[in-house]
């Protein structure tokens, strides 16, 4: 069975910086994809950024810029580098991971105060 465990997410001042990481228990090369997602409260999950095994990479316009994200292939990890946030990046952050099937992590809760 596939587990996902993000960590790094918590609260921080709007125009700060945090970086997520999502560990996998397989091999980071068996999924095709691997991502990040988010849900703010009353809201609808949605794509953050994506990268695949080739290291192709793909953003949401709201945070092209202000997040980078990355793969450590030896520590079969993503991460997700946040600067320059804002109130509205306020959300669940799952990491997503894609081999046919689609996994999903529990998610980490990033708050950004005014």
């Known amino acids: 069975q596939v587990q996902l465990v993000e960590s790094g997410g918590g609260l921080v001042q709007a125009g700060g910086s945090l970086r997520l990481s999502c560990a996998t228990s397989?091999?980071?090369?068996?999924?095709?994809?691997m991502g990040w997602y988010r849900q703010a409260p009353g809201k609808q999950r949605e794509l953050v950024a994506t990268?695949?095994?080739?290291?192709?990479?793909n953003y949401a316009d709201s945070v092209k810029g202000r997040f980078t994200i990355s793969r450590d292939n030896a520590k079969n990890t993503v991460y997700l580098q946040m600067n320059s946030l804002k109130p509205e990046d306020t959300a669940v952050y799952y990491c997503?991971?894609?081999?046919?099937?689609?996994?999903w992590g529990k998610g980490t809760l990033v708050t950004v105060s005014s």
């Open positions: 997503n991971a894609k081999a046919g099937l689609v996994y």
């Open positions: 397989r091999n980071i090369f068996n999924f095709n994809a």
């Open positions: 990268i695949t095994n080739g290291d192709n990479t």
